[in-house]
């Protein structure tokens, strides 16, 4: 089964549009009606929905690593700098992700993007 994904507020809409035309399921922020939360409430969010985070924000880096070493469980983010991969190279990788990568493979792992 493929895994799902959550996209904060800041992910371009055409990553999701990129990755539903791909059969992946998306949820994002503006549709969750978490606009508002904050970079931790959005990981415990998308943790509860059993959705991967992608985002594009360095805060989430860091809060990831500190729920690692607490040993805190989440459902794994995907990461890709702003200046990093384009619009495309992540829709590919995150495909990639999502149809290859079992839980125990993403369970509170941080993903860096692009995968090459």
Same mark, same amino acid.
């Given at each position: @089964?493929?895994?799902?994904?959550? @996209?904060?507020?800041? &992910?371009?809409?055409?990553?999701?549009?990129?990755? *539903? *035309?791909?059969?992946? $399921?998306?949820l994002t922020s503006q549709?969750?009606g978490t606009r508002q939360?904050? $970079?931790?409430? %959005?990981? &415990?969010r998308a943790t509860a929905?059993?959705?991967?985070?992608?985002?594009?924000?360095?805060? %989430? %880096?860091?809060?990831?690593?500190?729920?690692?070493?607490?040993?805190?469980?989440?459902?794994?983010?995907?990461?890709?700098?702003?200046?990093?991969? /384009?619009?495309?190279?992540? &829709?590919?990788?995150?495909?990639?992700?999502?149809?290859?990568?079992? $839980? /125990?493979?993403? *369970?509170?792992?941080?993903?860096?993007?692009?995968?090459?």
């Amino acid at each position: @089964m493929a895994h799902a994904f959550y @996209m904060d507020v800041h &992910v371009p809409s055409a990553i999701a549009a990129g990755l *539903r *035309r791909r059969g992946i $399921d998306v949820l994002t922020s503006q549709e969750d009606g978490t606009r508002q939360l904050n $970079d931790e409430a %959005l990981l &415990v969010r998308a943790t509860a929905l059993e959705r991967i985070l992608f985002t594009q924000d360095e805060d %989430l %880096l860091a809060i990831a690593s500190e729920w690692q070493h607490q040993g805190q469980v989440f459902a794994g983010l995907a990461y890709g700098h702003q200046l990093g991969p /384009g619009i495309g190279e992540i &829709v590919e990788d995150l495909e990639l992700i999502a149809t290859c990568a079992n $839980d /125990g493979e993403v *369970r509170s792992l941080v993903i860096f993007l692009p995968l090459h």
